[in-house]
């Protein structure tokens, strides 16, 4: 074998790992931008659903007690009833909302599994 051939072999196998490690480095950058991404989603999840929380148990508070006093003599138990049939159907759009919004994001890493997988079809058709 020739020198010169050695230096090309040398020469391309150094391409090769060059590529092969910017591959690699491009798809960690994939991975971490999409890590980041669905971390904000899931604290914006948690955030709505907290303040929905929170609005919900202030809501149920002001109109439990603003009923029960004005009421309290005439029709307590019409209220009583009333109250938790109101509460529960505003619980359950609540739930409903909060449904939405955590199947409203994509996938999480849906960029970074695509790439994986044709890197993986990619790799399937060289061998």
């Given at each position: 074998m020739s020198e010169g051939t050695s230096g090309e072999?040398?020469?391309?196998?150094?391409?090769?790992?060059?590529?092969?490690?910017?591959?690699?480095?491009?798809?960690?950058?994939?991975?971490?931008?999409?890590?980041?991404?669905e971390r904000r989603r899931i604290v914006d999840l948690i955030v709505s659903a907290v303040v929905v929380a929170l609005a919900l148990f202030l809501l149920v508070l002001a109109l439990n007690v603003a009923l029960l006093v004005l009421l309290w003599d005439s029709h307590r138990e019409a209220v009583a009833i009333g109250t938790c049939v109101f509460y529960a159907a505003v619980a359950a759009a609540a739930a409903a909302f909060h449904r939405r919004r955590r199947r409203r994001g994509g996938a999480p890493f849906a960029a970074t599994s695509a790439v994986l997988a044709s890197d993986q079809s990619a790799v399937r058709e060289l061998l």
């Open positions: 072999l040398v020469a391309a196998a150094a391409r090769i790992w060059a590529s092969l490690v910017e591959g690699a480095q491009m798809r960690l950058e994939l991975f971490a931008l999409e890590l980041g991404e």
